[in-house]
């Protein structure tokens, strides 16, 4: 893909065959260990079964291939069951190809079809900037800061930073 041009990204909810690809980019965060709690990749029949639990799991396509993917889900139950949550996942050369905006401006189009108020993220790794920046451009607001909440690879802790947005 081409680091030069934008490409046009088409956002759709994941099928079968895109099975591979998407757990090869979830792996790829959670093998970077910089913004995904999560510390075990996932294989191919983990994964379907993992993105199946979500309430919408939806990969963006450009130029032909899966270059990334994002998991929408409940963020709590009961009283506060209309907050969700979501993970947002680039392949590592798309980054910086506008593929994460497409990927948050569909989530928040979608969390509010699904009927949810709110959009949360729990665990925003201070550090990830470039996450960081796209959310504020894109209208979300920082809870605070919560200290040492996130342990990175190297062992030390960075602060995650909670946001949301109104749907």
């Known amino acids: ?5 934008k490409p046009v990204v ?3 909810p994941l099928r079968a065959d895109d099975l ?11 093998e970077d260990g910089i913004a995904f709690p999560q510390m075990n990749t996932l294989t191919t029949h983990e ?3 993992f993105f199946a639990q979500q309430d919408l799991t939806a990969v963006a396509e450009a130029d032909g291939r899966i270059c990334g993917l994002y998991i929408l889900h409940p963020n ?20 910086g190809l506008g593929i994460g905006k497409a990927l948050v401006s569909d989530c928040l189009l979608r969390a509010g079809e699904l009927g ?3 959009l949360q993220f729990n665990a925003v790794v201070a550090t990830n900037t470039v996450a960081r920046r796209l959310y504020e451009q894109l209208g979300f607001q920082q809870l605070g800061t919560i200290p040492g909440g996130f342990l990175m690879p190297d062992g030390h ?3 995650i930073c909670p946001y949301y947005h109104e749907l």
């Open 76 to 95: 709590n139950v009961g009283r506060c069951g209309h907050i969700c949550n979501a993970s947002y996942a680039v392949e590592r050369s798309c980054r």
């Open 10 to 12: 088409t956002v759709r």
């Open 116 to 118: 949810y108020r709110v």
């Open 1 to 5: 893909m081409s680091q030069t041009k």
């Open 157 to 159: 802790y960075e602060d």
């Open 47 to 49: 994964a379907e079964a």
């Open 20 to 30: 591979p690809a998407a757990a090869a980019i979830w792996n790829q965060v959670v």
